[in-house]
């Protein structure tokens, strides 16, 4: 399921288990949220920066992200930068987990930007800071960036060691500005001459350099040494900036003419001659690199302090911070280089079992099923407990087609205590990708299971995934609430717009079912299931032409769907358009054959539709038919309501039946299965059966039947019927016997068939 999520509020869960307590800031693409991670293995805090809401249709912005993304998580660690600890895939889209730089006291700096403003700092803590800024930058460079792009105090984190933490690499990626993407970005720009598009302007214009401003793709480590010279001037004069552009509509513009014009302000501090090298118009005349800035940097403080900056020890990569690497490399689609680094994970620490795990899933993505397999055992030998590991391993041995054993491991995956709704969630998936062959009590044993456990769904899937185990079950009203919670957070997406659409179908609800069909055929998303629904409602309630028109303008534009030609047929039949329906069902079956992936059991069963059509478009039916099948068609109507179908159908089977015709009294008689008349239904094959010579056949069915409901008097009577019309009278004495003793204990026994009952028992004995 695709989920559009909206906004996050302070206290909502994002996928089950980041818990949102704050919102750290926000800039013109992305959102930095303060989580608390709950999850059955890790709990803490984290920074989860994503990209904003009305962003998630551009394909710009979404690739972009995901080159920041990857650009944090090739860097990796450095005392200097903020820390990533892994890329997360959430419905598609991209979350970043990064530390969280928590201020000293509530309120207080936690950043360069904040301390401008609000705490004075002297030369020595300048000099600091920006000696650790270059050394953080450098690291940087050596990983492969060639320019940071958006250098601004911001951007410089400030911990509570007073430790400067360079963040936001989000340009770091970009070599050339982006083209608008959307007719909506275009609106908004109406009206605001000579200003970078939003959603495509590269930095923040009073600290770029000016050959930022026209061509991007020359930034270098140079250009960033200019917008880190804002920086120095702003620390060297209280925050004060070099150049202002004093009318906003025209700010771009001003600031590109300041910067690629204007000298700089003096100011009376040691580090202007620094600053003024920063910020030479030409790149080719400031420092060439961040180290000979650091060096004059670090002669300044030495001067000032005696002191010197020297840089932490840096910490070879612990076996946790690889599997982290890791999923983020799974979570972006780059699975060989994911499986390397569980490899140095599991080499680090051997007994990581949810490394072992996570090399499994990257390997089941891959198609390496048997050696997937062989991680999720390892996984599970290393700790019992991992529930994660037991669903994985269910979910490869499903693949391979291993399903018993598969559903051992999703019941040991759900016995396992503390068990989280994300868990479940993934054990529905996996039921749900292979629901054809599993049996319906399975899947159901399996959803009871689930919903026992009493989990709290915190966001959509866990919402939508709960909501599918009550469809499972057939608790509809559950479903639907679940369903529709989801989609106040959630609006716009259409896996919950189906699952409502069949809800609202099973309820009996026609508008609404409708309303749903029409948001799933406007969002051109399951439009065969969607059509297929709306064109059955409609004729159910009466409006037939209007269903035949909708199947039949879809079929214009999607010859191809085989189930739209099905249903057509089955509402043409059910008109009594035989001709028409034999022509629909032929398309079907045409298209059927063609599709290598088509089941043979509905080929086979297509065909023989398209056989009894033919009969019936060849043979003009009695007056007495004529007028059944018109009585069918009025409760056909009735049907969707349950009321007068089934009595239009046994009244067909009985003249069918009378007429000699097993095709259609068989036709019919199956018929009796939609509408939950089994009774009737067994009754009547069993007849039909015997009436046609299959006299074994009708008694193995139906004492097969009354095995299983053997309080059922009307099958003892037809069975003792069925016996008599062939004979066979001490068996049908018998059944009749057994008739007596049902009704007998039936709870209100009827009178008159009882006494019917002694009479067929009199008349038995005497034969």
């Known amino acids: 399921m695709g989920m559009v999520q909206q906004a996050y509020k302070k206290g909502s869960f994002i996928d089950q288990k980041y818990e949102v307590v704050d919102v750290l800031g926000e800039g013109g693409f992305g959102i930095v949220y303060l989580v608390y991670l709950h999850d ?46 892994f890329v997360d895939n959430i419905s598609e889209r991209l979350f970043i ?95 605001l001459p000579h ?5 495509t302007s590269i930095g923040t214009p009073e600290y770029m350099p000016p050959e930022q401003f026209t061509d991007l793709s020359t930034c270098d480590e140079r250009s960033d040494i200019y917008s880190f010279g804002i920086v120095l001037y702003q620390m060297a004069s209280n925050g004060k900036l070099p150049f202002i552009a004093e009318n906003s509509e025209y700010r771009w513009m001003a600031l590109k003419h300041l910067h690629s014009e204007k000298s700089v302000p003096v100011l009376n501090s040691p580090l202007f001659p620094i600053i003024q090298k920063c910020l030479q118009k030409n790149s080719s005349n400031r420092y060439q690199s961040f180290k000979f800035l650091r060096t004059d940097l670090e002669v300044m403080l030495k001067r000032q302090t005696g002191e010197i900056v020297r840089i932490p020890h840096l910490k070879e990569q612990e076996s946790w911070g690889w599997n982290n690497k890791g999923i983020s490399y799974g979570n972006l689609s780059k699975l060989e280089q994911a499986i390397k680094c569980y490899d140095k994970a599991i080499e680090i620490d051997p007994n990581n079992s949810g490394a072992w795990d996570n090399k499994g899933n990257a390997l089941r993505l891959t198609g390496r099923n048997k050696e997937a397999l062989e991680c999720y055992n390892n996984a599970i030998k290393i700790n019992p407990s991992n529930a994660s590991a037991w669903a994985n391993k269910g979910a490869v041995l499903s693949t391979l087609g291993q399903l018993n054993d598969s559903l051992q491991c999703l019941h040991r995956a759900l016995d396992i205590k503390p ?43 866990g919402l939508f995934n709960l909501g599918l185990c009550y469809l499972q079950i057939g608790d509809l009203d559950n479903a639907l609430e679940l369903f529709l919670k989801a989609e106040q957070l959630a609006a716009e997406d259409s896996g919950i717009w189906f699952e409502l659409m069949e809800v609202y179908f099973k309820k009996q609800n026609p508008d609404r079912t409708i309303k749903y069909c029409d948001k799933l055929i406007n969002a051109k998303q399951h439009i065969e299931e969607a059509i297929n ?8 309630t009466g409006r037939y032409n ?23 047929s089955e509402l043409q039949e059910q008109n009594n358009n035989f001709s028409e329906a034999l022509t629909s069902a032929t398309n079907c079956l045409k298209l059927l054959k063609q599709y290598e992936g088509s089941n043979q ?63 259609k009294a068989f036709y019919y008689c199956d018929m009796l299965v939609t509408t939950e008349d089994y009774e009737s239904y067994l009754c009547y094959r069993a007849l039909i059966m015997s009436r046609f010579g299959d006299y074994n056949g009708a008694v193995v069915f139906l004492t097969g039947a009354l095995k299983k409901w053997p309080q059922a008097d009307v099958l003892w009577y037809i069975l003792a019927q069925i016996h008599e019309q062939n004979g066979n009278t001490k068996d049908a004495l018998e059944a009749a016997i057994r008739c007596r003793e049902a009704l ?17 028992i009199r008349i038995l004995r005497n034969k």
């Open 40 to 85: 059955l293995t890790y709990h803490s805090f984290y920074a989860l920066k994503t990209f904003k809401d009305e962003f998630l249709s551009e394909q710009t912005v979404r690739d972009r992200f995901r080159k920041e993304a990857q650009i944090w998580i090739d860097i990796g660690s450095h005392p200097y930068l903020v820390k990533a600890y």
């Open 97 to 191: 987990a990064s530390e969280y730089i928590a201020p000293e006291k509530k309120g207080g700096p936690n950043s360069l930007d904040a301390y401008l403003k609000f705490i004075p700092f002297d030369l020595a803590q300048s000099l600091k800071w920006a000696i650790q800024f270059c050394h953080g930058m450098e690291y940087a460079y050596a990983k492969g960036i060639s320019a940071h792009r958006d250098i601004k105090p911001s951007n410089i984190m400030i911990d509570q060691t007073l430790t400067v933490k360079i963040t936001d690499f989000g340009l770091a990626g970009i070599d050339k500005k982006p083209e608008p993407s959307s007719e909506r970005q275009q609106k908004n720009n109406i009206g």
């Open 195 to 199: 200003q970078t598009m939003q959603g």
């Open 419 to 461: 068990i989280n709704m994300r868990i479940a969630s993934l054990i529905v998936a996996i039921l749900s990708e292979r629901i054809s062959e599993f049996k319906p009590a399975v899947i159901n044993a399996v959803c009871k299971k689930i919903i026992s456990l009493n989990l709290k769904p915190y966001d959509v899937d």
């Open 533 to 540: 629904k709306k064109s059955r409602v409609l004729s159910y």
């Open 546 to 568: 209007q269903a035949v028109s909708l199947l039949k303008e879809t079929l214009a534009t999607y010859p191809e769907m085989s189930f739209l030609w099905f249903t057509l």
């Open 601 to 663: 059991s509905t080929i086979q069963n297509v065909a023989r539709r398209v056989e009894m059509l033919k009969q019936k478009a060849s043979t003009s039916a009695s007056p007495e038919i004529l007028r059944a099948l018109q009585q069918l068609k009025k409760a056909e109507v009735e049907f969707y309501k349950q009321k007068q179908h089934s009595d239009a159908v046994r009244h067909l089977v009985q003249l069918y039946l009378d007429a000699g015709d097993k095709k």
């Open 744 to 760: 007998l204990k039936s709870a209100n026994p009827n009178k008159q068939n009882i006494a019917d009952i002694e009479s067929k």
